[in-house]
């Protein structure tokens, strides 16, 4: 996919400056009042699709309008109560406009004169040209539940979050022994030691390995059970390697965080039950569950001091806007006290004559 192109497939920390360098190029083109509002339409309400939809709805604010679709009736079907609830409040506030219940069928690469229509079936792989700065996206949505009717939203960009696929390399084609088990997923199943079953000198931890917890559940493909296996795994490499007892592996569930813009976030954490932190107070509890996490000395004082330069940054940023609209807004006070007449025209907008 171009660097030009304006369907992302969400999975890779590289594609979140893409995607602010498309928001950028369509801020500056729509600057005027007049100009349309940049569409953008996310697919799969998961954390990352909600975090997306919070964090573009606050930075868009009326230029913008933000379509999130999910296939399921709700948000974030797995996150804690608390999570979901905090997370719906924002989006409701910042007027994302949500589809539940629906999947999408069918994405329509559409040039801005309408002459030419490239269409992507879901599942195949998607082709976008250079031109893309041109176009706009149609999006087929059918319903997934009963009672809705099918939908065609529009979109400037479209943020595909959803599925993500391991990636297992192959030992050996020819050697049917060497093939690893794989669930529906495309992860390696392994036993409670993290070994991959049938491989005993293989060990696997992450996203692409496969374990249940006590319950039969598949632990989440996230960071914080990547982290807790880790230790486990270097431990039982040692003892596999000096004939020692291998230990099992127990997943602690710490929490769930989410953020929600700039200075939003909802933190449940696991030990207090029912206890979630939202807005500003789960903003700065997320910072620091996120900073205390982090693996080693060096990772905390170099994110520390990273996050304190951009609050910094970003106050004196919000300082300075603040004054300049004050001071615009005295000058244009002034200027209409004794030169100038203001006139509302019939569109609404305010005209300023200067006498
Ligand atoms: C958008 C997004 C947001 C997320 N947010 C959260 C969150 O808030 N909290 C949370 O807990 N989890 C979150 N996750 C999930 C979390 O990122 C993963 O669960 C975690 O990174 C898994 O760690 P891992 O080591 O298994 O895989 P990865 O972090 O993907 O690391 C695998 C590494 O291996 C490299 N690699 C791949 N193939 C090869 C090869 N053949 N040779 C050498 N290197 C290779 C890759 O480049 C990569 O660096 C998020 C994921 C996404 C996509």
Redesign the pocket.
């Known amino acids: 996919m171009g660097t030009t192109s304006s369907l992302f497939l969400?999975?890779?920390?590289p594609?979140?400056q893409k995607v602010n360098s498309k928001l950028t190029t369509l801020e500056q083109q729509r600057f005027g009042k007049d100009s349309p509002p940049i569409r953008v339409a996310i697919v799969g309400c998961g954390?990352?699709g909600v975090?997306?939809a919070a964090t573009i709805s606050e930075r868009l604010e009326d230029r913008g309008i933000i379509q999130a679709i999910n296939v399921e009736t709700t948000i974030c079907p797995n996150a804690p109560p608390g999570n979901r609830e905090a997370a719906l409040r924002v989006l409701q506030s910042r007027k994302t406009q949500l589809f539940l219940g629906y999947f999408v069928s069918c994405i329509k690469e559409v040039s801005a004169s309408e002459d030419s229509v490239g269409m992507t079936r879901i599942g195949e792989e998607m082709s976008i040209d250079a031109k893309i700065h041109q176009k706009k996206f149609i999006l087929e949505l059918q319903p997934a539940q009963r009672g809705l009717e099918s939908q065609i939203l529009e979109a400037d960009v479209v943020l595909w979050?959803v599925g993500?696929k391991?990636?297992i390399?192959h030992l050996d084609p020819f050697d049917q022994s060497n093939t690893f088990p794989l669930n529906g997923r495309g992860q390696a199943e392994t036993d409670e030691t993290l070994r991959v079953r049938g491989h005993p000198r293989i060990f696997a931890?992450?996203?692409?390995?496969a374990l249940r917890d006590s319950s039969g559940n598949l632990l989440?493909?996230?960071?914080?059970?990547?982290?807790q296996q880790?230790d486990f795994a270097g431990w039982n490499l040692w003892a596999a390697i000096n004939d020692r007892p291998l230990l099992p592996f127990r997943f602690q569930k710490l929490g769930?965080?989410?953020?929600l813009g700039r200075n939003d976030a909802a933190i449940s954490p696991s030990f207090i039950e029912g206890l979630t932190l939202d807005g500003p107070l789960g903003h700065a509890a997320r910072k620091i569950a996120y900073l205390l996490r982090l693996p080693t000395d060096e990772h905390q004082i170099k994110v520390g001091i990273s996050w304190l330069t951009k609050s910094v940054v970003d106050s004196v940023a919000s300082l300075q806007s603040t004054m300049t609209k004050r001071s615009l807004d005295e000058s244009e006070a002034f200027c209409c006290s004794s030169h100038c007449a203001k006139q509302i025209d019939e569109s609404g907008h305010r005209i300023i004559f200067l006498l």
Do not use: K
């Open positions: 969400f999975f890779e920390p594609m979140l954390y990352s975090e997306l979050t993500s391991p990636v390399p931890i992450g996203d692409l390995a989440p493909a996230t960071a914080q059970v990547a982290f880790a769930e965080m989410m953020t």
